[in-house]
């Protein structure tokens, strides 16, 4: 990314010199959080401005945010969690959890949406396109105890989708219910600046770079993070830290049992270097990764993955490439992961499976990870034909898997497959050729199905073809 940077500012020195209007700044939204967590009342409580700007060619007159810690109260509608899974994360029992927004200013505010998922705000007057919206808010999060994104772990605290994030915008802003299988959120890439203090003993793994401070028995860490899609944390009483570095950029792992830490970070360091050296330069300062207890064996956000603390080890390496991969797949380059999860999801377990050739010592191969995802497929589709008409389409949003086992074969393994296929179809030279086009164009930026798949068709017409036998599910594997 810093070469981008170069080499826009000496084309901007250019334009200027030939008398070429000069290049705009890129204004992100931005978002200014004040948070404090409070153990003893399990509490996040924020003050939160949100500075916005309408480029939509449509006028707003109501602004929306996904309240996403609403799916966590007593009595929520779309549940985070499955019945194969709760029983596990709430190791206490049921524990509910819920935000309280308060003190809105910019605009008439009321919660709404299908499951109390929304806050909607009325400005004044509509938001003209290119206009700007501010907003502040004061919020309380209550934290469930539960071992998942939100809440009070066993041995660490999670926190995202804790505050009121701007809808996705598709013609409209789009209302996301939560789903307890695949990654219901979606949202543009904006600059945060975050002030967060909490009792001294814990660390905290984050998105985006800062310093901690501590007096008083409290710690405070001051952290900007920018051009990012979401900003989450972890926090523990029990992390211990190693930290290296790949391609340049700080990689710190943030451990609590793992027996062995250098492993795990040298494969952090190693895929972030592999990719980077495949797809594109990373974009961020620092990327960081943290032992978190969590039931789906990892979970990325912009800056950060979250690897389960109860991984066998053998898995751990692929957890990190896949989750690595994620910075690319989701993190640079948005997508819609609520109707189109294999965009992202296929193609961070395919990256993974190309980390591996490179790298014989985790002694795994590009024909393992292949071949064990199509005999997973496979058993899959054996089961699925039997059971309904052959649930095959990998097209398809969260709310209509029929469960984890579904959304993992058609989003995970039938995504292996899709882009081995076209791998095998294309020859390298233009696979590759492809893949860093779609790096380079959709970074920042949220791409759709058509966008990536336009990428490919551009240097092989049968591209197109081949995806729309996968995504609709005619395709016979
Ligand atoms: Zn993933």
């Keep these: 990314m810093k070469r981008f940077f170069i080499v826009t500012f000496a084309l901007c020195l250019l334009a200027a010199a030939l008398g070429l209007p000069a290049c705009a700044p890129e204004t992100r939204d931005r978002y200014t959080m004040r948070l404090v967590f409070e153990p003893l009342s399990r509490t996040l409580s924020g003050e939160m401005g949100v500075r916005l700007t309408n480029r939509t060619d449509r006028p707003w007159d109501t602004v929306c945010f996904q309240l996403w810690a609403n799916a966590f109260r007593e009595g929520a509608k779309y549940l985070p969690v499955g019945e194969t899974f709760a029983p596990a994360v709430y190791y206490k029992g049921a524990s509910f959890g819920g935000i309280a927004v308060t003190d809105v200013e910019g605009g008439e505010a009321r919660v709404a949406g299908a499951d109390e998922n929304i806050l909607e705000i009325v400005p004044p007057s509509p938001v003209p396109s290119g206009g700007e919206a501010r907003f502040s808010m004061r919020f309380t999060v209550l934290l469930p105890e539960i071992e998942h994104r939100l809440g009070i772990g066993q041995r660490t605290v999670t926190l995202s989708g804790f505050y009121p994030v701007l809808c996705h915008w598709d013609g409209g802003f789009c209302e996301h ?7 219901p959120f979606t949202s543009a890439a904006a600059d945060y600046d975050v002030t967060f203090t909490l009792p001294e003993r814990y660390l905290v793994a984050h998105t985006g ?18 051009g990012v899609r979401d900003f989450a944390m ?91 991969a994620h910075q690319w797949w989701y993190a640079m380059v948005g997508s819609d992961p609520y109707h189109e999860a294999w965009q992202d999801e296929g193609l961070a377990e395919f990256s993974a499976a190309l980390f591996f050739d490179a790298h014989p010592a985790y002694r795994q191969t590009y024909a ?67 893949l860093k086009a779609y790096a380079r164009a959709y970074a920042g930026k949220t791409a759709s199905p058509a966008e990536l798949i336009a990428c490919f068709a551009a240097r092989a017409p049968q591209a197109e073809g081949i995806f729309a036998a996968f995504l609709g599910g005619a395709c016979v594997i």
């Design 177 to 183: 219910v939560y789903t307890p299988c695949g990654d």
């Design 368 to 434: 393992d990870v292949v071949s064990a995802s199509e005999r997973a497929y496979r058993a899959y589709y054996s089961v699925s034909a039997q059971l309904s008409a052959g649930e095959t389409a990998m097209s398809r949003p969260l709310t209509s898997y029929t469960g984890d086992y579904a959304y993992r074969s058609l989003a995970y393994d039938k995504g292996v497959i899709l882009f081995d296929r076209l791998r095998q179809t294309m020859g390298d030279g233009r696979f590759f050729a492809a």
């Design 234 to 324: 972890v926090c523990s009483e029990r992390f211990s830290v190693c930290t290296g570095e790949a391609a340049g950029v700080p990689v710190a792992y943030y451990y609590l049992d793992d027996p062995d830490p250098a492993r795990t970070l040298a494969a952090a360091e190693e895929s972030l270097a592999f990719f980077e050296e495949t797809f594109s330069d990373y974009a961020y300062p620092a990327y960081t990764v943290a032992e978190t207890g969590f039931p789906y064996g990892g979970m990325e956000f912009p800056m950060l993955s979250w690897i389960a603390d109860d991984l066998p080890g053998r898995e751990t390496p692929l957890v990190v490439a896949h989750e690595t």
């Design 209 to 226: 770079t800062g310093t901690r401070t501590a007096a008083d028995g409290l710690a405070r860490y001051q952290i900007v993070a920018e």
